[in-house]
């Protein structure tokens, strides 16, 4: 309106019907022209929707005729999501299609979803061989600048390394790889929190056990490395560096306290009355902090980064504290510990790092490692950042983990709900999954929300092909079968329905006076209609009779041997010859139930599948029961 108005203007001034016409020409250009986008635009998102249904379809079909006949919706995610990653941020859009897809998809016969994926890709049921897609990380910046690529892990050892550190680890050992360089394994084992709040429960601190954990993990992970350094031996290094500084008048001793120095200082641009003593007086406070004449928080030393900086974190920060804990590895021989800015800027550049990997969220610390770095002529590292991965359903905290396994209320290092590496190993993760989801994110520095499908969906294509199958059945319910033509009979599922070679297990049942009790999962039995004829997998069909859920009472009749695809087939268990199972779950959830007898004596900590419910990993034996981890 605006514009015609000052067009009207200018008509008027101008007194010219040219400029009208060229500007009803230009505005029926201009409405063409987006005539023209709004068709294209809705063309590409028509054009996208077909190919996510063609793309649902495909997998569906894959995934159901590999797996007889049922689609695994949380598989389909996965396998859409890890090959067409640019579909992450459309998960809730594409749920729905991937609901509605599956449901047809059930509807077909075996025979027809067969028929229909070699419709949609006439190669699906040939073994592919193709080579492993490489997803190719951006290359390190000026590494002609360097003889060798150097680069270093920096963990803090409070705890085990969970999966939202082996990001940093993943990447750091593949470009050491990709560059035939090296790789170092840096302990960030500084004090932590001062001893004044060790108490509270978000207090970090190292703990002696994480150094090994820590190790065990990367070695897990397959990742080597050169050599191990600890901060806890390089102190008098970090002092030697400080006196330097506090030399150059370039730090100093600072004793106002952390409130005072913000509010009257840091916050008003303005020097604290400590900034201009002499270099004499800061030397002889930095010994005394050195000598334990100051308790915590009573004195600190001050990089003098400007009290004029733009950022107020970067304003005259911290270098040196006091701390009266005890360290696990020096004790209380040192009163004086850095902070990790300043040790990183003296580390990085004696063990010569070339190219140092960071999250975004820690651009503050390159700056403070390249002032340091600047004032003492030493040449610069290359940094490089990622962004942060959430990791919405999983709580990623060293420290609540340390404190639940202190309270009893985790089993370990390895309890599923730390999601430590320790844990994904226990759970029947394979560290080669790990790293493949975790590499396809690359670099990329705009915030991710990670979702377990993708690394679920990996896993099970390497254990699917090796798990064998057993049968659980989950909070279980009795089914009094009668009629049943047979005192004793053996039910021979196959242990891995993919490959009948692998052999059978057998499944003794014994009836007496033609009736036979088996347990089925309350999920299904909460299906169940009186009339309803359901198959008991590789056992008999038989119908429904009775169904009671609040008086736990379900009666049916034997109604015949042969397998009918028209019936529901359900898993189930011998109610006189069982296993107890727990398992527990990565969200805390125990799951109980009853296994078939075969899993009195099957291998632990080797991945098996239990039908229709997950793979799990058995972990052990508590009086009698089986305790399993659930792997997906
Ligand atoms: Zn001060």
Redesign the pocket.
């Known amino acids: 309106m605006l514009t015609l108005i000052y067009l009207l203007a200018f008509i008027h001034l101008n007194n010219d019907l040219f400029f009208l016409k060229r500007f009803i020409i230009n505005i029926q250009i201009a409405f063409e022209i987006r005539i023209k986008i709004n068709y294209l635009v809705s063309e590409i998102l028509e054009m996208d929707i077909v190919e996510i249904k063609r793309l649902i379809l495909l997998f569906g079909l894959t995934n159901a005729v590999k797996f007889g006949g049922k689609p695994n919706l949380k598989a389909i995610m996965g396998k859409l999501m890890s090959q067409e990653s640019e579909l992450r941020t459309r998960i809730n859009e594409i749920k729905p299609l991937l609901d509605e897809i599956a449901v047809e998809i059930s509807k077909l016969t075996e025979q027809e979803q067969r028929e229909k994926l070699l419709e949609l890709d006439p190669t699906a049921l040939e073994k592919k061989t193709s080579a492993k897609e490489e997803k190719e990380l951006p290359r390190l910046l000026n590494t002609e600048n360097y003889e060798k690529i150097i680069m270093r892990l920096a963990p803090y050892p409070s705890g085990a390394l969970h999966i939202g550190n082996a990001r940093m680890v993943i990447l750091n050992s593949e470009y050491v790889n990709k560059y035939k360089g090296e790789l170092i394994l840096f302990f960030d084992d500084t004090i932590g929190s001062p001893k004044s709040m060790r108490n509270s429960p978000k207090a970090k601190y190292v703990i002696p056990e994480a150094y090994k954990l820590i190790e065990d993990g990367l070695k897990w992970l397959n990742v080597d490395y050169s050599k191990v350094y600890y901060k806890s031996d390089r102190l008098e290094i970090y002092y030697e560096y400080c006196e330097k500084l506090i030399q150059d008048d370039m730090a100093?001793?600072?004793?106002?306290s952390a409130l005072?120095?913000r509010d009257s200082?840091k916050k008003q641009k303005k020097n604290?009355?400590?900034?201009n003593q002499s270099i004499a007086t800061n030397l002889k406070e930095w010994d005394n902090m050195k000598a334990g004449k100051y308790r915590e928080t009573e004195a600190?030393v001050?990089l003098k980064t400007g009290m004029d900086q733009k950022d107020p974190a970067l304003r005259d920060q911290i270098m040196m504290r006091i701390s009266e804990a005890d360290h696990p590895r020096v004790g209380n021989k040192y009163f004086a510990w850095p902070m990790l800015e300043f040790s990183w800027a003296i580390d990085d550049h004696l063990i010569g790092a070339t190219h140092i990997l960071r999250g975004i969220d820690l651009v503050k610390e390159d700056v403070i490692e390249a002032f340091i770095w600047d004032h003492f002529k030493w040449k610069k590292s290359e940094f490089l950042h990622y962004g942060r991965i959430k990791f919405p359903n999983m709580k990623l905290s060293k420290t609540q983990s340390r404190n639940n396994i202190t309270k009893g209320i985790y089993e370990g290092w390895d309890d599923p709900r730390t999601w430590s590496l320790q844990s994904l190993e226990k759970r029947g993760i394979k560290a080669e999954a790990l790293k493949e989801a975790l590499l396809e994110l690359g670099m990329s520095t705009t915030g991710i929300v990670f979702d377990e499908s993708w690394l679920y969906s990996k896993n099970k294509d390497i254990i699917d092909s090796i798990s064998s199958r057993y049968f659980y059945v989950e909070d279980p319910i009795n089914i009094e079968i009668e009629n049943v033509p047979f005192s004793e009979y053996t039910a021979e599922p196959l242990l891995l329905p993919s490959n009948p070679t692998k052999g059978k297990r057998k499944i003794k049942v014994t009836a007496k006076d033609g009736k036979l009790n088996t347990l089925i999962a309350r999920k299904d039995a909460n299906q169940l209609r009186i009339g309803q004829i359901i198959r008991l997998k590789d056992l008999i069909n038989i119908q429904i009779t009775a169904v009671d859920l609040n008086e736990n009472l379900i009666k049916s009749n034997f109604n015949s041997f042969k397998l009918n695809r028209d019936f529901s087939i359900i898993q189930w268990v011998f109610k006189e010859n069982n296993v107890h199972i727990s398992i527990i779950k990565p969200d805390g959830t125990i799951s109980q139930g009853r296994g078939e007898v075969n899993l009195a004596k099957i291998p632990l900590n080797k991945p098996i599948q239990f039908e229709r419910f997950g793979f799990v990993n058995p972990i052990k034996w508590v009086d009698n029961a089986l305790i399993c981890y659930f792997t997906h």
């Open positions: 100093y001793a600072c004793f106002c005072e120095f200082y604290c009355p400590h900034r600190v001050r």
